[in-house]
């Protein structure tokens, strides 16, 4: 079941993001998050955007959510997005489905322009997205840096 974020998911929230943190580039994020730190990203973000889980009987596989691109007012249609799920399920199609309903949920609520950031390579990333309808528009070279190596990041768009 996809459902809205609650404050009681924190901890397991915490738990599924940090060993992208500890483990990989598709975050920059280099400290692992606590639970009060993503309980303050959540209700920071869900003042106006979407935040979901993808929920099976009680055990969180992944999140999905959109937040602010850009801090000016012309940039309020626009929204950047982040998907994160539990090591053990990615490529069993719960991403396909929890994005999409993130992008429904984005229409729905009248958002223009999706914008996913991606740190480079990430080929299931980038399939996920152009699945989706996703199409990159950017790349920055060697934009980040973690575990002592440059990192590139690409730019995918999706007009809503």
Known sequence: MIRPVQ?????VLADLYNPYVRDTTITFEEDPVTAEEMAGRIAKVTEAYPWLVWDEE??????AYSSVWRARAAYRHSTE???????????QGV????????IDELRRRGFHLALGGL????????RLHERLGFRK???????????????DVGFWELLL
């Open 7 to 11: 404050l009681a998911d924190v901890q």
């Open 95 to 102: 991403g396909t489905k929890l994005y999409q309903t993130l």
């Open 119 to 126: 740190a480079l390579p990430n080929d299931p990333s980038v």
């Open 81 to 91: 997005t982040a998907i994160y799920l539990s090591m053990d399920h990615r490529g």
């Open 137 to 151: 528009v950017g790349h920055m070279h060697e934009a980040g840096r973690k575990f002592g190596h440059w990192i």
């Open 58 to 63: 009680g055990r969180i596989l992944g999140y």
